[in-house]
């Protein structure tokens, strides 16, 4: 019996306590979930890329141009919140690595960058242009099916949310135009 009794206080003397969670600060409060929806959607709509021969015939130009469009139905693209405003940025490379280019590819100081409107609505487009130069040539033995990847990014550096982050690229493929 009086083993009985002291469990029963035991247990009431528990129960009367606070419980140490209700207690505990809030460290991590849980963040607000935005639906899909209710987000901007940033996606090349119509691209133009091309490779030609610089006048001197040793190195290539690549000249982008694109058109971007937010697709979200419902949320505006506030593209002020990407760093340094570059809602775009293209690039080069090549399929089989650079041991096959006949010079090292010297990379600019920073891959081209386009900026736009502060803002694009649902369904407002922008369009964009850049260009890189002194792209080298394929080696003479380079495989036959080399070739040059260019590509361009929306929202690089992801300074906006969006509802899809897998559809800011788009990306050809070309062979050398240059005569050998």
Known sequence: MALRHALALTLCAALAAPALAQNAPITNPPSVITPPAALPDLVIVKHTFTLTCAPDKKTLIATYSATIVNKGPKANANLSNIPF??????????????????????????PPTASGPAVLKPGQTAAVSMTIKNIP????????????????????NQGVPESNEENNLTREFFKDPCPK
């Open 85 to 110: 405003n570059q809602i775009a940025l293209a690039n080069w490379g090549n399929t089989i690595g650079p041991d096959f280019l006949e010079t090292p590819p010297v990379p600019p100081l920073a």
């Open 137 to 156: 040539h394929h080696k003479k033995n380079a495989y036959s099916y080399a070739q040059y990847a260019l590509w361009v990014r929306v929202d690089p």
